[in-house]
């Protein structure tokens, strides 16, 4: 019965005037984001590491790791930022694009802020994307990474991993977009 309602249109609307809401109520700092981004694009040349290690990943590991039945688990089935429809292909994903990249504007400002303190933090952060959906071994994917954009955080500034992370983000679901157009 519960695995039913997160299944449910009414689940998926919720959630998605929720956060949606969210990022509205933040839209007076759309601006000072954006700068911020800019304030650390030359960060945006490692975000093909992040990006490289999940292609890596996926590439070579992740068919194997997704027989482990603990490690493939996942409480809601798909990863609610790409929607239930990612299965549908192109025209699936194709209408969550905009909402994500305005939300990634927002979200990873968040993210680095508070997730990048501590190794803790980055733990957390990591594992905080279950309550997304992600299935477990991507969590754990996310962790190598994470400690790269709080090594970025360290040495250069939030502005700096925050570029990083957003562009790393792009980089995936655009990633996504071309794998529905290619296949």
């Known amino acids: 019965m519960l695995e039913d309602f997160f299944q449910s249109e009414i689940f998926l609307i919720g959630y998605y005037v929720l956060t949606v809401g969210a990022s509205l109520l933040l ?49 809601l089935g798909y990863n609610i930022a790409f929607g239930p429809f990612a299965d549908q292909g192109f ?3 194709v209408p ?39 299935k477990v071994h ?11 954009f709080k090594y970025i955080y360290d040495k250069k500034g939030i502005n700096h991993a925050y570029a990083m992370h957003f562009t790393t983000n792009i980089l995936v679901v655009i990633a996504l977009f071309l794998s529905f157009i290619i296949t």
């Open 91 to 93: 025209w699936g994903i």
């Open 138 to 148: 991507m969590a754990i994917l996310l962790l190598p990474i994470g400690f790269l």
């Open 27 to 75: 839209i007076k700092e759309t601006k000072k984001r954006i700068k911020d981004l800019k304030i650390g694009i030359s960060s945006i040349k490692y975000a093909p590491i992040p990006f490289g290690i999940l292609f890596a990943y996926i590439i070579f590991a992740h068919d194997f790791v997704e027989t482990i039945p603990i490690l493939n688990w996942s409480w």
């Open 96 to 134: 969550f694009i905009p909402l994500l990249v305005y939300m990634f504007i927002h979200i990873n400002y968040v993210e680095e802020l508070y997730f990048r303190k501590s190794k803790k933090m980055v733990v957390a952060w990591a594992f905080v994307h279950i309550a997304m959906g992600v």
